[in-house]
């Protein structure tokens, strides 16, 4: 059973950093690329961040800069750090496993407000 546990969201200020965890089980997971994707009240879910099995990294236009995807894969673990937050980053943030299947995790809430 495959299974993405996704973790360390939570309320933050503007100008604040969290980094989300998301621990994967059931997968050989490096052979997956490993994709952080959020999804804001009212909106489509988009992609934040990705990271291959090779640790070649993709990043959101609105997130460069900001944001840094990293993986462990003696942890089987993909990570987000994510400095500078905006109001404009509150979402759902989901883990994605993507090779000839895709797995999703069950979100982990973001909230940027003062």
């Known amino acids: 059973q495959v299974q993405l546990v996704e973790s360390g969201g939570g309320l933050v200020q503007p100008g604040g950093s969290l980094r989300l965890s998301c621990a994967a089980s059931?997968?050989?997971?490096?052979?997956?690329?490993m994709g952080w994707y959020r999804q804001a009240p009212g909106k489509q879910r988009e992609l934040v961040a990705v990271?291959?099995?090779?640790?070649?990294?993709t990043y959101a236009d609105s997130v460069k800069g900001r944001f840094t995807i990293s993986r462990d894969n003696a942890k089987n673990t993909v990570y987000l750090q994510m400095n500078s937050l905006k109001p404009e980053d509150t979402a759902v943030y989901y883990c994605?496993?993507?090779?000839?299947?895709?797995?999703w995790g069950q979100g982990t809430q973001v909230t940027v407000s003062s």
């Open positions: 994605n496993a993507q090779y000839y299947l895709e797995y």
């Open positions: 059931g997968i050989i997971f490096n052979t997956y690329t």
């Open positions: 990271i291959s099995k090779l640790g070649i990294k």
